[in-house]
């Protein structure tokens, strides 16, 4: 299976036109106020016109409300909705029933006791996304903390859907992070910025970049895993 990669919280032109021209798999826009990533409703239907048939389009919610998802699925007409909030299986089945859109649930982990709820996720989700714990700080925000969590804990995971990683993986660590878990998806956000919500397209390329060159490394070098 190709390595799919996604772009999350793309805020601009030059930020889109980076993630699609460095074969970005999925760009997402972020529809939680309180992020330093945030757009509005307007702002992601015209940055999503150019993806359209070039890359999938995710709309990142945090427990949203009806009016929102209805909005969202009418006007940006998202390929995956993410949920990363601590939107119930039930919740989950419910907006995945009423938009007609696939759905991904974000899953916080810090240790293996975080993996218990997977099963009732799998049940009614189309897509899982592992996501380091955000601190327990008043001004925490649910992901894009740019923390990272003990990637063995998910290594080679088959729950019976598409898993995708992400919490603190960088240009850097991207590759690593791909060997170690043996996933078939990743998801950057703050480690391609330059500054919090602002990307850098370079570090996108390179993202992308490093984690194609890991993927290809893996399909051609076996080996045992670090």
């Known amino acids: 299976m ?10 601009s032109d030059e930020a889109v036109d980076a993630a699609l021209e460095a074969g970005a798999d999925l760009i ?4 939680f106020p309180k992020s330093p990533r945030s757009v509005s409703l307007d702002a992601a239907v015209r940055l999503a016109g150019p993806a359209r048939g070039r890359a999938a389009i995710v709309a990142l919610t945090v427990d949203p409300d009806d009016a929102l998802v209805d909005a ?3 006007r940006l007409k998202p390929d995956l909705i993410q949920l990363h909030g601590h939107e119930s299986p039930a919740r989950c089945a419910e907006i995945r029933a009423r938009t007609g859109r696939a759905v991904m649930k974000a899953i916080p982990v810090a240790d293996a006791a975080d993996l218990a709820v997977v099963p ?3 049940a009614v989700c189309d897509r899982i996304l592992f996501d380091a714990k955000p601190p ?7 992901g894009g903390n740019g923390l990272s969590f003990d990637w063995r804990l998910v290594r080679d995971l088959d729950p019976g859907r598409p898993v995708m990683l992400s919490g603190g993986l960088t240009p850097e660590t991207v590759a690593e992070a791909i060997a170690v878990t043996g996933v078939a998806a990743v998801d950057v956000a703050s480690g391609v910025e330059s500054a919090p919500g602002r990307k850098d ?3 996108i390329r390179a993202f992308i970049d490093n984690a194609r060159e890991a993927d290809r490394r893996r399909t051609t070098e076996p080996g045992p895993k670090p």
Not at 28 to 31: H, K, L, S, T
Not at 136 to 142: E, R, Y
């Open 72 to 74: 969202i699925a009418a």
């Open 120 to 122: 009732a996720y799998v």
């Open 136 to 142: 327990k700080t008043p001004d925490a925000l649910p």
């Open 201 to 203: 397209p370079a570090r």
């Open 28 to 31: 997402a826009f972020n529809f």
């Open 2 to 11: 190709t390595l799919e990669i996604k772009i999350c919280g793309l805020n």
